[in-house]
């Protein structure tokens, strides 16, 4: 197995754990709001002062959970990047170790490793603004999200005599299709009640009506930005480094954007993914030993353009792509990131 499948298989694990923190905070709920006598009117927590505080709570904690897995993940994956890079390089040095002055691979080698200590371009990616807002600023709007989700289920769901447990269990089902589940409230409560509400239920392109379904693409997102983040640091830093070849995934079987753009680029061509849960990876293409050898020898550190390995432009396919989808592009009012981080390289 890859380091790049082992990422994607960690990934997986993690997003097990942010589902435990989601089913914490529906059995806590439903703890909360079983025996409740309840109105006929659509079900809302500030209704029920004697449970509000008892909720916010609740969903500070989740809100707190997730951003906090977030984080650790983040740099979980940060740091495994850093460590397949090194061993990159390190194994690269090591295929020469016996042609090069041995103070010359020490030194080389003192240079891997510092630049590996990039802790602060972790807290800048930890702390940056993906468009209007911070990890933070979204993972409290999945919360709000995820507090009106619950007020429908729970709406839709709760019944005289039913335990916590059966209540957990059925407003979990509802969870799982808050389309039928929004359909069958409106129905029971009409559109004039719900029409204040209804926004929950269309946020916008490309997030979902679930608020667990963004917690997760976002989480799995923010992981796998963080682990091609850490490479992009280390190709920035090292000299050794002239290109990079972007490929498709194993699993990757429905024909799209990514088989457009795969293709060999430029070290300074900033990516990470190609669309949203995009798990495409990246190879990084090194001077050949024949260079670095001579180079190592004659006391040199040549600029990555030396080498004949070296990637001055994107691949024909890109220029092709950004052509085919001119008009789409300018008629987005969010322009994909790899345009937005990549303008020099867009003809």
């Known amino acids: 197995m890859t380091q790049d499948e082992k990422h994607i298989k960690r990934i997986n694990k993690y997003l097990t754990?942010?589902?435990?923190?989601?089913?914490?905070?529906?059995?806590?709920?439903?703890?909360?709001?079983?025996?409740?006598?309840?109105?006929?009117?659509?079900f809302r927590f500030k209704d029920y002062s004697r449970i509000t505080k008892a909720v916010s709570e609740a969903l500070i904690t989740y809100n707190n959970g997730l951003l906090s897995k977030i984080n650790i993940y983040t740099e979980?994956?940060?740091?495994?990047?850093?460590?397949?890079?090194?061993?990159?390089?390190?194994?690269?040095?090591?295929?020469?170790?016996?042609?090069?002055?041995?103070?010359?691979?020490?030194?080389?080698?003192?240079?891997?490793?510092?630049?590996?200590q990039n802790k602060k371009a972790l807290e800048a990616f930890q702390e940056r603004k993906n468009g209007k807002f911070t990890v933070s600023e979204r993972v409290w709007n999945i919360t709000k999200q995820a507090k009106e989700n619950l007020e429908f289920a729970i709406d839709d769901a709760l019944k005289e005599g039913m335990s916590a447990q059966d209540l957990a269990r059925k407003v979990k089902g509802n969870l799982n299709d808050p389309d039928k589940l929004f359909r069958r409230v409106r129905d029971k409560h009409g559109n004039l009640v719900l029409?204040?509400?209804?926004?929950?239920?269309h946020p916008g392109q490309g997030v979902y009506r679930s608020a667990h379904k963004n917690a997760l693409r976002l989480a799995s997102n923010e992981i796998n930005m963080a682990y091609r983040s850490a490479e992009m640091e280390r190709i920035r830093a090292n000299s050794d480094v002239v290109g990079q070849k972007i490929n498709l995934s194993p699993q990757h079987k429905v024909f799209d954007v990514c088989d457009e753009l795969q293709g060999t680029y430029p070290k300074d061509f900033n990516w990470l993914l190609w669309h949203t849960s995009c798990k495409c990876f990246r190879t990084m293409i090194l001077k050949s030993?024949?260079?670095l050898i001579t180079e190592i020898n004659?006391?040199?550190?040549?600029?990555?353009?030396?080498?004949?390995?070296?990637?001055?432009?994107?691949?024909?396919?890109?220029?092709?792509?950004?052509?085919?989808?001119?008009?789409?592009?300018e008629r987005r009012k969010s322009k994909p990131y790899f345009l937005e981080e990549n303008k020099k390289f867009v003809k």
């Open 76 to 116: 979980y994956e940060w740091d495994f990047a850093n460590q397949k890079v090194n061993d990159l390089l390190t194994d690269n040095l090591n295929g020469i170790k016996p042609k090069i002055p041995a103070a010359a691979y020490d030194s080389k080698m003192r240079e891997i490793s510092k630049q590996s």
């Open 289 to 291: 030993q024949s260079e």
């Open 195 to 201: 029409s204040k509400n209804a926004q929950a239920f």
């Open 17 to 42: 754990s942010i589902n435990v923190l989601y089913d914490d905070l529906v059995r806590e709920i439903a703890l909360l709001v079983v025996n409740l006598k309840v109105s006929e009117k659509l």
């Open 298 to 329: 004659n006391g040199q550190n040549l600029s990555p353009e030396a080498s004949k390995n070296y990637v001055g432009d994107v691949p024909q396919n890109f220029n092709k792509w950004v052509n085919d989808n001119r008009e789409m592009i």
